[in-house]
């Protein structure tokens, strides 16, 4: 599904990434943790092609195809998703025209009948339901003045919409209460299938009691340094970051 | 091929043609117009070194000669003109080719006793004592354009309003212009009288038939009594070569409110001179606009609100979307008089920069001489976001659908706020198709 090799990513000429091997095979569920700063969401981003996120050496491949020539909504059509660590508000452009639009792009794109506005409300109600977003959100501009909680439910619930191939999901528990990180947790689980990967980054051990990953990775100063089974996200609860700081080969993340 | 001659000159000649074309009708207009062409001279065009008009250069209008368009309305038919017209021309709509008034596309609704929608043409023949003083010393004549209007004009709308009468649906205003061989003029001059408590919604249409050149000079002058409430729509989708320079005059009376929308689409070079007088205690007025460019238009919107009575409020917010090389004049001048105690200002410019090669210049001017006041003003020029393209881009939406949408958004505020639904559904149509045609969009990445 994905193959990572020495990836190295400069963002202003700075380099970030330098050098990330990572292959995730369909089905499968990846944690990837890691100090705040490490580079989590710049790979997340990168993979997803933003812009101004310049990949210096390296290679990804996509399902066999070179994922770093293709333009984001290519990627997005090819059944890549990005959920944001920081989802944009974007007032104007409600939620419900927004995300048809999204959803009639892809469908057009693999040769499917676009839905029209009926069809889609029907979708959209069902896939609510699985994460439990308020009806109303659908109705408001794109996350604009959504609580913390309501924006990352929205990525969810966008997920469960564009039925994506390969997500990646940049911190989607952060700033959820208990019950919400449950709703979020079964939403995601609802939507495994032996075809579809998922890559969480994640700063709680919690989140994996929920979603249990096949492969646990950690990102330390732009590299993966230490990757295991889910034991591994119990280890790093236990003894925090910096013991895999030293005799890994790797520059400590922060000089103090 | 147009003869490159001095356009003062040609509309001084024309001036002799039109005077015999009255043919003698109206005499105590006959020494106005003459006064106003003499101003006219006097004034002569405008160029960049007068003050008010540093950023907009008309030598395009001054190198091109143009005659008076021709009065006689065209054959054309309801059916044709339908994708200008308003409410599926229910409502009451005067309709005007060229600057003359076409009874057969007209529509005249029922209205309330009083109320009186008709030709300027015919106005000056039945209403003299109400046109008498509004035309003879209400608007000073220090801009050339201006002065050309009332010298030439002749025909235009005419919307009276009896104490507390109330129209309910739109009245539609409706020029159409069409210039397929010689480059025309056309001088609409509109007159709207609403007496003491009364209520209407007024929509100013400008649309060319054809990508002709043509030149609309049009005034526009609304008299506001005490307690009215007016909504005043202007929709202007000009010809991409035409020219369109206005003046819109409004003054208040106490406690009425005003509310305008405006909004610039076509023409190669326009030009808004609109002034709001906010004449009595108690007086509210909003003015909202929005330009939109491309190509190498320029649009200049020249507003300024004067707040010359104690406890009025204004509310003004105009916003720009500018592509290619397109340019574009904000000047938002607010004066407040030493006895309009209490005055309440709010003045904001917005703009989107969809190309490195487009550009605009916004100033605001405040002139405060009361001192127990409240102003503000704000002006701001950006790009499109890029965490909000890349957002909608991550999840499908291709790059020119998603800056469609973005600045199709930063528009919105302007349609939401306009309340009546079929104009707003009018002009959201237009704008739509307006935008999602921005094939181009060079020089961003
Ligand atoms: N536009 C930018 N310009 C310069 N540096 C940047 C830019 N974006 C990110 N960085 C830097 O890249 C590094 C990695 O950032 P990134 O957001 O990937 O970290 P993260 O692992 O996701 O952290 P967190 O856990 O806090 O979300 C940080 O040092 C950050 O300051
Ligand atoms: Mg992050």
């Known amino acids: 599904m994905l193959e990572i090799r020495d990836l190295h990513v400069s963002i202003d000429g700075k380099e970030i990434l330098h050098g990330i091997n990572l292959v995730v095979n369909p089905g499968e569920i990846h944690a990837i943790m890691g100090p705040n700063g490490s580079g989590k969401s710049t790979l997340a981003k990168v993979l997803a092609g933003r812009e101004g996120y310049t990949p210096t050496r390296g290679k990804v491949l996509y399902n066999g195809t070179d994922l770093l020539q293709m333009l984001p909504e290519d990627r997005a059509r090819e059944g890549i998703f990005l959920g944001f660590q920081y989802p944009v508000e974007i007032p104007g452009v409600s939620n419900m025209y927004f995300l048809k639009t999204a959803l009639n792009s892809i469908r057009k794109h693999n040769g499917l009948e676009e839905l029209d506005a009926m069809d889609f409300l029907v979708l959209a109600k069902e896939k609510m339901k699985l994460v439990d977003m308020d009806e109303g959100l659908i109705n408001r501009a794109v996350n604009e003045g959504f609580s913390g909680g309501e924006k990352k439910r929205n990525e969810v619930f966008q997920m469960a919409v564009l039925e994506p191939k390969l997500a990646i999901l940049d911190e989607t528990d952060s700033g959820l209460d208990i019950d919400a990180l449950r709703t979020v947790a079964d939403g995601v689980n609802a939507l495994r299938r032996p075809d579809r990967s998922i890559v969480l980054v994640t700063h709680y051990q919690r989140l994996l009691n929920y979603i249990v990953p096949d492969k646990v990775h950690v990102l330390l100063d732009g590299r993966i340094v230490k990757s295991g089974g889910k034991e591994l996200a119990l280890e790093l609860e236990e003894k925090g970051y910096a013991w895999l700081e030293n005799g890994t080969g790797s520059k400590p993340a922060v000089m103090s | ?445």
């Open chain 2, 1 to 445: 091929m147009i003869d490159l001659v001095d356009e003062k000159n040609s509309h001084i000649s024309n001036f002799a043609e039109f005077e015999r074309s009255m043919n003698g009708r109206h005499p105590w207009l006959a020494s106005l117009r003459k006064d106003a062409l003499a101003r006219f001279e006097a004034l002569g065009l405008p160029t960049t070194r007068d003050e008010q008009w540093r950023f907009t250069n008309i030598s395009p209008i001054a190198g091109t000669a143009f005659r008076p368009a021709d009065p006689k309305p065209d054959s054309l038919t309801v059916a044709d003109i339908s994708s200008y017209t308003l409410c599926e021309a229910r409502c009451t709509q005067l309709v005007f080719l060229n600057g003359s008034y076409s009874e057969n596309l007209s529509t005249v609704k029922f209205l309330p006793k009083g109320v009186r929608i008709i030709s300027l043409a015919k106005a000056l023949e039945t209403d003299r004592e109400l046109l008498e003083p509004l035309l003879l010393n209400s608007l000073s004549e220090d801009d050339a354009f201006r002065a050309l209007n009332t010298a030439f004009m002749s025909d235009g709308a005419f919307v009276y309003l009896p104490p507390g009468t109330t129209v309910k649906e739109p009245i539609h205003l409706l020029f159409l212009s069409s210039s397929r061989t010689d480059p025309t003029a056309s001088f609409p001059r509109n007159i709207i009288v609403l007496d003491e408590g009364s209520q209407a919604d007024i929509v100013e249409s400008y649309a060319g038939l054809d990508r002709g050149i043509y030149f609309t000079d049009s005034v526009t002058q609304v008299l506001i009594g005490p307690n009215c409430s007016v909504g005043h729509y202007k929709l202007q989708r000009e010809s991409p070569s035409s020219f369109h320079l206005t003046t819109l005059h409004v003054v208040q009376d106490r406690d009425s409110s005003y509310s305008s929308h405006s909004v610039s689409l076509g023409g190669a070079i326009t030009r808004n001179n609109f002034n709001v007088v906010l004449n009595g205690s108690g007086a509210d007025c909003e003015l909202n606009g929005l330009y939109v460019t491309k190509g190498h238009q320029h649009v200049d919107n020249h507003t300024t609100i004067d707040h010359a009575m104690p406890n009025c409020t204004s509310r003004e917010l105009y916003k720009g979307i500018l592509d290619e090389n397109s340019t574009g004049v904000f000047n938002g001048r607010v004066v407040v008089r030493k006895d309009a105690q209490k005055s309440n200002a709010r003045q904001t410019n917005k703009n989107l920069l969809l190309s490195r090669h487009a550009g605009i210049n916004t100033t605001p001017q405040l002139e405060i001489f009361a001192d127990d006041v409240k102003c503000a003003h704000g002006a701001t020029i950006g790009q499109l976001n890029e965490e909000e393209l890349f957002y909608l881009r991550s999840r499908g939406i291709d790059r020119d659908a998603a800056r469609t949408l973005l600045t199709y958004a930063f528009a919105s505020e302007m349609l939401a706020a306009i309340k009546i639904k079929p104009i707003q559904c009018q002009i959201d149509l237009v704008l739509m198709n307006r935008l999602s045609r921005h094939e181009t969009t060079r020089g961003l990445p």
